[in-house]
């Protein structure tokens, strides 16, 4: 069964720092992988995927993630957080196995952004 | 608008009771999928239907039950409320298939907030 780790539980960022979010997932063969952002008090919301082709994938708002297959890793990234970027980030799988696809989520990582 | 429309929003039961989260799509998506969200769990997958007619177990079943009778329609019901069901449930759908595609991006509704108390 595929399975998602997000490592960091909580991050405190103060604003123009720079951000990365690990995500690992264990599933050896062909995946869909996405990064869904949840604003306080609103549902989730898609912030980028990667399917196939260039591993670095950019997303809304500055957001960028890389997927490096060797190490099973999706991480997110963004050069410079804004306040506005408080929110909880969930790393989510799709095994393509050719059945009904279903997503698997890492727990989140609620991001704080300080002034 | 086009999107995923939860109700309620807000809903307090006392355990053993029993109530139905409803949930509906005007985007003709095959794929309907309901979720919990737990304070540091993330989402696990309640139950999920692949179409009309056609549901299947998630991760964690156990205390609901669910229906597909239109492509439109997925409620989600709790026949006897019990604590550890307080939660936030969402409900979500995609189009299709499996591939590289956009159909396997989901659009999320707005959650339903539920207490048992």
């Known amino acids: 069964a595929q399975s998602v780790s997000q490592h960091n539980h909580h991050v405190i960022l103060s604003e123009a720092a720079s951000l990365e979010l690990g995500c690992n997932y264990s599933y050896g063969g062909t995946v869909n992988l996405f990064w869904y952002v949840q604003y306080p008090g609103q549902h989730l919301q898609l912030l980028l995927k990667?399917?196939?082709?260039?591993?670095l994938v950019k997303g809304i708002k500055g957001f960028e993630a890389e997927f490096i297959k060797s190490k099973f890793s999706f991480n997110l990234r963004k050069p410079s957080v804004q306040w506005s970027d408080t929110a909880e980030y969930f790393c989510a799988v799709n095994a393509d196995t050719g059945t009904a696809s279903k997503l698997t989520f890492g727990t989140g990582t609620r991001l704080q952004v300080t002034l | 608008n086009a999107g995923v429309t939860q109700t309620p929003k807000f809903r307090i039961l006392k355990i053993g009771q029993s109530m139905t989260l409803q949930c509906a799509q005007d985007?003709?998506?095959?794929?309907m999928y309901w979720y919990r969200q737990d304070p540091g769990m993330g989402l696990k997958l309640i139950y999920y239907?692949?179409?009309?007619?056609?549901?299947d177990k998630g991760e964690v079943p156990n205390g609901y039950n669910v229906s597909r009778s239109t492509t439109e329609d997925f409620p989600l019901r709790l026949e006897l409320a019990a604590p550890s069901q307080t939660s936030v449930y969402f409900c979500?759908?995609?189009?299709?298939?499996?591939?590289?595609?956009?159909?396997?991006?989901?659009?999320f509704g707005a959650g339903s907030r539920l207490t048992v108390l």
């Open positions: 990667y399917f196939s082709g260039d591993p």
């Open positions: 239907s692949v179409g009309a007619g056609i549901t």
């Open positions: 985007m003709n998506h095959n794929y």
């Open positions: 979500a759908s995609r189009p299709g298939t499996g591939g590289n595609s956009g159909a396997n991006v989901l659009t």
